[in-house]
């Protein structure tokens, strides 16, 4: 017969914690323990020997304690899933502000250990991960949707949120390397300078590409593109529930009058955009001769 993997052990919550009168560690402190020491050098550095010295003890009084890994990826995933209940007094009226709240705290936390998009995965739900699934089922007890739709707009926000993380968390653990940006950025002008790529011309126009990655990673990390594309989420689950029907190809192309020249010429025709193209590829070749 196969030995049994820590894995198919009861999870940790089903058993009490050691019963001493006055433990010298408790399940909250091994917990942030575990969750400095993944946020300062990194998830693969966590370890019953590491933890244990972090607390100041043997690796064996940890053991007492907790008894394998899987015991502390809960711990250290129930002390996450605290950050991001909202007290109950908090917790806003009405299922958009409610949801509203509760993407920002979920997203403030994973923002303070992005690592653990990835490492606390599977982990064995715990007390505050219930109290979590509670608090987004009481966001959206108000929302006219069945149970089935309610879990959907749940898990989309959730999708939506932790794709959020994943985008500025890359930016913050990849220094940037300035000669591998330059040599990208020759790389880039002479692509464009083959008239092949005249969107992505458009889009840059006269400026130097030092200056386009600078402001596209601003656009990438601002605050403000967050609650924008949180709302626009949220309307659109409105949209849905008043039965609008989605956008139609023909309701796409009937656009305000500023998007086409002053005879009703689209403004991006391919002369004007080859004109506008070879302009900026003459401005761009002057900064760098």
Do not use: C
């Amino acid at each position: 017969m196969a030995k049994p993997t820590s894995r198919s052990r009861a999870p940790i919550w089903t058993r009490p914690a050691p019963g001493t009168r006055h433990p010298k560690l408790t399940r909250e402190q091994i917990a942030d323990a575990a969750l400095a020491i993944a946020d300062t050098e990194g998830f693969a550095a966590v370890s019953m020997r590491r933890v244990a010295a972090e607390l100041g003890v043997g690796t064996m009084t940890l053991y007492y304690y907790i008894k394998t890994k899987d015991d502390l990826l809960a711990l250290m995933d129930d002390a996450l899933a605290a950050q991001i209940v909202l007290p109950a007094d908090q917790l806003p009226r009405g299922w958009r502000a409610a949801i509203t709240a509760i993407a920002r705290i979920s997203r403030d936390a994973f923002l303070r250990h992005p690592w653990a998009l990835y490492a606390l995965h599977g982990a064995r739900i715990g007390p505050n991960g219930i109290r979590h699934i509670e608090q987004s089922l009481a966001a959206v007890a108000d929302a006219p949707f069945d149970v089935r739709g309610k879990l959907r707009v749940l898990s989309i926000v959730d999708d939506y949120v932790f794709g959020h993380v994943l985008r500025i968390s890359e930016g913050a653990t990849h220094p940037v390397d300035h000669k591998a940006m330059k040599s990208i950025a020759e790389f880039l002008e002479a692509q464009l300078e083959t008239g092949e790529f005249p969107h992505i011309e458009a889009m840059v126009g006269d400026k130097d590409m030092h200056t386009v990655f600078a402001r596209f990673a601003q656009w990438m990390t601002e605050d403000a593109r967050f609650e924008i594309g949180l709302a626009v989420l949220l309307d659109g689950f409105e949209l849905r529930l008043r039965g609008a029907p989605p956008t139609s190809a023909s309701d796409a192309t009937s656009a305000p009058d500023a998007a086409h020249g002053s005879a009703g010429e689209p403004a991006h025709t391919p002369r004007r955009r080859s004109a506008a193209a070879s302009t900026a590829r003459r401005r761009r070749r002057s900064r760098t001769e």
